[in-house]
């Protein structure tokens, strides 16, 4: 059993960073690839980044290359989601996930365990 807490989540404007933080429980941390999805109103979940068990492999959704980097601290049990340059369909509830294929995947189905999720708020 694997629990996911995320964090960091709020309001900036457009053009502006934050840095999401997904902490998990457990020991076994390290065994699974973990993703981070966003789901705005109205619309359906979308994947954003996953990244391997070790950190050596990382994904991201076209969208996203170049703005967003994912990055874990397998010591820490956590996973991080920088976020540069937002605008405003950023908007989103965004949502850490373990799957444990540890490669990672770009589908939600394949994901074993998720958090409740923090809200990010782009403004223009």
């Known amino acids: 059993q694997v629990q996911l807490v995320e964090s960091g989540g709020g309001l900036v404007q457009a053009g502006g960073s934050l840095r999401l933080s997904c902490a998990a429980s457990?020991?076994?941390?390290?065994?699974?690839?973990m993703g981070w999805f966003r789901q705005a109103p109205g619309k359906e979940r979308e994947f954003v980044a996953t990244?391997?068990?070790?950190?050596?492999?990382?994904d991201y959704a076209d969208s996203m290359k170049g703005r967003f980097t994912i990055s874990r601290d397998n010591a820490k049990n956590t996973v991080y989601l920088q976020m540069n340059s937002l605008k405003p369909e950023d908007t989103a509830v965004y949502y850490c996930?373990?799957?444990?294929?540890?490669?990672?995947?770009?589908?939600?189905?394949?994901?074993?365990?998720w958090g409740q999720g923090t809200q990010v708020t782009v403004s223009s």
């Open positions: 996930a373990a799957d444990s294929n540890k490669w990672g995947s770009r589908w939600p189905y394949e994901y074993d365990y």
């Open positions: 457990g020991r076994t941390f390290s065994s699974y690839a």
């Open positions: 990244i391997s068990w070790s950190g050596g492999n990382a």
